[in-house]
């Protein structure tokens, strides 16, 4: 049986190597930029040896894909799936969790290559993205679905651009643009359920 590979520091790594190699890209990459980190860097923080990294990971560019694939794989679910919210309020809900947005920009800004496993990655995901919120948009009564989803996501992608280049959060502002957006979309009626007066002692 062959023995685990002694990391760096000459510690026994067990299977746990891969999580550990993602851990530390999860952790380098938001920090300091995907470009700016170096496979020697990932692997000193990883614990691992460059031979582990690459046992794992075919290059760095399988590595930056897996990263990107980890953030939102479902794509919010923690808005999206909820039954507590009405969709107009799973809408306005997007607005309060927006860390997934951020590195699917940053890494098409990053890598110039159309054809990068994620840049494909990140226009994926933002196509998905856009469709979810016009699935929600219909079902909230909008009278342009597309429209309105595609309207909330440029509002959110250009909130989260903004955020990065001004270090400031600009999601409260996008969010108060986003209910203008939603009210102008959707009717009253299809807004506030209808009230059955015949019930009405």
């Known amino acids: 049986m062959t023995e685990p590979e002694k990391g760096p520091r000459g510690l026994r790594r067990g299977r746990g190597a891969r999580e550990r190699i ?3 890209s999860q952790q380098l990459f938001p920090d300091q930029g995907i470009n700016s980190t170096g496979i020697d860097q990932l692997c000193a923080v990883a614990e691992v040896s460059k031979r582990t990294l690459y046992q ?5 560019d399988e590595l930056i894909a897996e990263y990107l694939r980890r953030f939102d794989p479902d794509v919010l679910p923690e808005v ?27 890494a098409a800004v990053e890598i ?3 054809g990068h496993p994620a840049r494909l ?3 994926d995901y933002k196509q998905a993205f856009a469709t979810r919120l ?13 429209q309105l989803g ?3 996501a440029l509002l959110l992608d250009g909130a989260s651009a903004r955020s990065r280049v001004l270090d400031t959060d ?14 102008n979309a959707i009717p009253c009626e299809a807004a506030s359920p209808s009230v059955d007066l015949s019930d009405a002692g």
Request: glycine share 6%; net charge negative; hydrophobic share 45%.
């Open 170 to 183: 600009t999601f409260g502002t996008a969010a108060a643009i986003a209910v203008v957006l939603i009210d």
């Open 56 to 60: 794992h990971f075919a290059g760095k």
């Open 80 to 106: 999206f799936d909820r039954t507590d919210l009405a969709p107009r309020e799973q809408l306005l809900a997007v607005f309060d969790i927006h860390s997934p947005l951020c590195p699917f920009i940053r």
């Open 121 to 123: 990655l990140a226009r």
């Open 134 to 146: 016009t699935e929600t948009a219909r079902e909230a009564g909008a009278t342009d679905p597309e």
């Open 22 to 24: 993602l851990g530390a």
């Open 150 to 152: 595609e309207q909330l």
């Open 112 to 114: 110039q290559d159309p």
